[in-house]
């Protein structure tokens, strides 16, 4: 009786081990891919805001242009000029200034928006920009080329803005109907929209969450103490914090890895731009954004906690597992681990396909095969066919023109087989009436919990200049 007791007891021992390893391993995986959803989400917010900040910009750069606002002998003295910039800010709501500036740098006409409204600043209160690092790097652009502004606070006539006032700033060259450069157009973006945007996005980890600069300053943090100290002389960064996960952030686009420092999960926000009507010879504009980290930052696991945690939950069900109940309390964990896990990645890729069904972008995900396992609503208007027409079907023979379906087919084969995205460009879709539009893509890998790649999510924007009328 003691020997089967003692063996019953080692049976149910060794089950109960085999049982808490799964389930830290399937709380391990659960948080994995929660977090990277989360990232990816706030990194998707960023770049749509900044998407719609370089429209908006090239919208007022080529209308002033053709109406001649930014001409230097304007016949109303730039009165017009002046209103529609007014009723521009005011009705957007999102933008702290809006400047047109001379060649030297002098403010030709400055709208600022106070409490919700757009006041025309008066001539002797203009300010000389001229030293200022976005003029000086904005004057030198061609036509169509676009300037963003790293994210810093606002400055008035020296000094830092008190309350912060966390501003974006980005310009464009302007001209004259003969064409002839003009002056600079130079919106201030109200950084707080952007973080609002971020802190939605990523809501489940915002008390968690980190904005960094590409030198590793901290433009959000849990510590807000932390924030913005590149404004301020501060030498004390993320980067001279962590500088071994800097180092392996900076070198990639999106992970997720572990040091003696603890758990970092990150992924890399860049500006989309697309040329307005007037972009350069190439048809493409110019970004000299730096880009920027949103990472996660996790201590450690202390071992000792996932006990606890383990014993708390499961200590009654093991002391009324005997004998027989072992062998089955074993199984079933094991069932139950591989059913969960393959359940928490289906709910993160219900989660990521109902993202992107809301997003106003192109979205279509494909499989290792080339084959279309989803296409969101914009994409199937904008390529004139039915979900139906399109799920199951290989990409580069459906939306592929035929002069470019080897080409592309090769690129993306050798995407995976590299396991490196190809994270922005450009490619041509043929639709449905045979017509052939350009469009930027940016592609994101699939990965299952054992991070092996089955395919890829290409999500895209439509130049404007190949937008239907």
Known sequence: MLQWLGLSLLVIAIAGVVHYMLSTRLASVERA???????????????????????????????????????????????????????????????DQLRFLDLGGMEIVRVNLADGRALVVPGEMLQDKSQRYYFQDAVVLRRGE????????????????IPFKPVLRIATPVFDRNGNKSGILVLNYLGDQLLQ???????????????????????????????????FGVERTFATDY????????????????????????????????????SGPQGEAVST??????????????????IFAFVDRYLIVYLFVILLAAAGAFLTARLSVRRRLLEGELVFERRFRQVLEN???????????????????????????????????????ACVPADRRQPGREAFLESLAGGKATRRYQGEVELANGARRTVNWNDTFLRDPDDILYGLVRIGNVPETQQAP
């Open 33 to 95: 891919a929660m977090e990277r959803e989360q990232v990816e989400f706030g990194r998707i917010a960023i770049e749509r805001s900044l998407d719609i900040v370089s429209s908006d910009l090239f919208y007022l750069a080529e209308s002033g242009s053709r109406n001649g606002q930014f001409d230097p002998l304007a016949p109303d003295g730039h009165r017009e000029l002046q209103e529609n910039f007014r009723l521009f800010v005011e009705k957007r709501g999102i933008y």
């Open 146 to 161: 676009l300037y963003v502004s790293p994210l810093d606070l606002n400055v008035e006539r020296g000094e830092v803005e």
């Open 197 to 231: 945007g971020f802190r939605v996005a990523a809501s489940r980890i915002f008390d968690r969450v980190m904005l960094l600069n590409a030198d590793g300053y901290w433009m959000r943090s849990p510590n807000p103490e932390d924030e913005w100290g590149f404004m």
């Open 243 to 278: 500088p071994n996960a800097w180092a392996r952030i900076q070198a990639g686009d999106v992970g997720r890895f572990q040091t003696d420092n603890g758990v970092f999960t990150f992924a890399t926000a860049r500006p989309r731009v697309s040329a307005g009507a007037g």
């Open 289 to 306: 954004a730096h880009v920027w980290k949103i990472v996660l930052h996790d201590a450690l696991p202390r071992v000792g906690d996932n």
């Open 359 to 397: 997003v106003d972008l192109l979205a279509v995900g494909i499989d290792a095969d080339g084959r279309i396992v989803f296409c969101n609503q914009a994409l199937e208007q904008f390529v004139g066919r039915s979900e139906d027409e399109l799920l199951g079907r290989d990409w580069f023979d």
